[in-house]
């Protein structure tokens, strides 16, 4: 909105803001087509700092920030006089309201800025800090933002699936109390939820075993009661471990449907530490 506003784009600013009143109007109706016109949206701007486009434009780009970072604050300024505010990030603030004022502060700046805001209500709200944070929405449905908590729903396609049991654990366990051990013990039906994607980039001269065994570049990994311990080879020899990855792996390259007996195989010990640690940070 603000890149319209300065015509970041040019001759292509009209065509830019026909993409996000599109994007506007499809955003609750259809999510695909909305998230395909927010990245094109989000890349534009990305594109107006990158020196390889041609779209680079450092000076519209830092506009764009600059101003977004002090309209923001106005607006955090202004609801502080009447609401408790609880963060601001780079795009939004959450506060608690105390009273209905909140929303003639919400209307004027709208009207001042010329920029639009949604308003998202919450019935609880758990942050570790700025950029991860848990909540429940009015309607029931969870929200949830940061390298811990971010798999908890099975809607991000293309997401590294990677230990998102310990995603979905953490969030049970700080909005609905739910014990960590249940929801291990109930989930041990769907393996995917408990794999780790070991990779192992060019840069080295690939993966092996404690042993010296190769294996393949990519693998799946489970924390195992026993099993190999992977690491990447170094070309001059040296090994260097994965990182946050079990000492005790088994190995397991083909679909997770024809794992058999996973339960005893399974070490939940393993997953239940790395639970209650992460959990720690949240207190």
């Known amino acids: 909105s603000i890149a319209i506003q300065i015509k970041a784009l040019g001759a292509g600013t009209k065509k830019y803001a026909k993409m996000l009143e599109e994007r506007v109007k499809v955003k609750h109706t259809d999510v695909i087509k909305s998230n395909a016109l927010k990245l094109v949206l989000n890349s534009a701007y990305g594109n107006l700092n990158n020196k390889y486009s041609i779209l680079n434009n450092p000076c519209a780009a830092y506009t764009i920030c600059f101003t977004g970072q002090i309209v923001l604050y106005e607006l955090a300024k202004r609801l502080s006089e009447t609401c408790t505010i609880v963060q601001l990030n780079t795009d939004g603030v959450a506060f608690v309201a105390h009273d209905d004022e909140y929303k003639q502060i919400w209307k004027d700046w709208e009207a001042e800025f010329k920029l639009n805001l949604e308003l998202d209500e919450f019935k609880t709200w758990i942050q570790k800090d700025v950029n991860n944070y848990v909540a429940l929405k009015k309607d029931g449905s969870v929200y949830t933002k940061g390298g811990m908590v971010n798999k908890y729903q099975n809607d991000r396609f293309f997401d590294n ?42 840069k080295f001269a690939g993966t092996v075993d404690q042993a010296g065994n190769p294996y393949q570049k990519v693998n799946r990994v489970f924390a195992a009661k026993s099993g190999v311990s992977l690491r990447k080879l170094r070309h001059d020899g040296a090994y260097v471990k994965f990182a946050d990855a079990p000492d005790q792996m088994m190995v397991w390259n083909k679909g997770c449907d024809e794992i058999e007996d996973f339960e005893s195989k399974i070490d939940l010990t393993y997953y239940y530490n790395l639970i209650q640690d992460k959990l720690r940070a949240w207190s």
């Open 161 to 202: 699936n990677d230990t998102r049991i310990v995603h979905k654990a953490i969030v049970d366990r700080l909005l609905f109390d739910k014990d960590v051990t249940d929801t291990l013990v109930e989930n041990l039906d769907r393996p995917e939820l408990y794999q780790y994607v070991l990779s192992t980039t060019n």
